[in-house]
T-cell receptor, first 114, second 113 residues
Framework: DVKVTQSSRYLVKRTGEKVFLECVQD?????MFWYRQDPGLGLRLIYF???????EKGDIPEGYSVSREKKERFSLILESASTNQTSMYLC?????????????FGEGSRLTVL | AQTVTQSQPEMSVQEAETVTLSCTYD???????LFWYKQPPSRQMILVIR??????QNATENRFSVNFQKAAKSFSLKISDSQLGDAAMYFC??????????FGKGITLSVRP
């Protein structure tokens, strides 16, 4: 019973390519997040969205953009991929705006930029 | 800004034994929430346990319990009767009404059969 689905588990892209990472949740959650996970650095917030067409920058938004055209879908876009964007990307969602409850994660998308 | 520190990058435990994962945090707020999340290898991260700071009683979920020391700003996770399926990366996290969710760097737990 997968609740947060990330479209690609593994991707290999070339430097300069435009990359789309898709995330879909089926729990009618208002709030969605994109994190980046790197060894020794934990999870760092890239962007989040608390409503359709709304977005806010997280801690490391540089080099990324997002799109939320529908409530269930939150996309992360790398306009021009670089090698330092090689990482594991995690999508997550939560119902309440205060998000003091459980955050639901996708399985992650491991991106390699050559 | 709030910080969450997990000082041990790795730990190992014998199957059926008990292990404690440490976490400290820095905050000036009095009302907040603390979490432990588990990320099994190649699988999605899930919530293990949650603690509200205003509750003095330590949270428990089956074999998982926390030792919440508010004055010391410490929030450790105890896993009793460790099982092979407990092998994972564990993240401590903090959230308050005015601060975003902040994760520690994680600790990798291995379980020896």
């Amino acid at each position: 019973d997968v609740k947060v689905t990330q479209s690609s588990r593994y991707l290999v892209k070339r430097t300069g390519e435009k990359v789309f990472l898709e995330c879909v949740q089926d729990m009618d959650h208002e709030n969605m997040f994109w994190y980046r996970q790197d060894p020794g650095l934990g999870l760092r917030l890239i962007y989040f969205s608390y409503d359709v067409k709304m977005k806010e920058k997280g801690d490391i938004p540089e080099g990324y953009s997002v799109s939320r055209e529908k409530k269930e879908r939150f996309s992360l876009i790398l306009e021009s991929a670089s090698t330092n964007q090689t990482s594991m990307y995690l999508c997550a969602s939560i119902r309440d705006r205060a998000y003091t409850g459980e955050l639901f994660f996708g399985e992650g998308s491991r991106l390699t930029v050559l | 800004a709030q910080t969450v520190t997990q000082s041990q990058p790795e730990m190992s435990v014998q199957e059926a034994e008990t292990v404690t994962l440490s976490c400290t945090y820095d905050t000036s707020e009095s009302d907040y929430y603390l979490f432990w999340y588990k990320q099994p290898p190649s699988r999605q991260m899930i919530l293990v346990i949650r603690q509200e700071a205003y509750k003095q009683q330590n949270a428990t979920e089956n074999r998982f319990s926390v030792n919440f020391q508010k004055a010391a700003k410490s929030f450790s996770l105890k896993i009793s009767d460790s099982q092979l399926g407990d092998a994972a990366m564990y993240f401590c996290a903090y959230r308050s009404a005015i601060s975003k969710l902040t994760f520690g760097k994680g600790i990798t737990l291995s379980v020896r059969p």
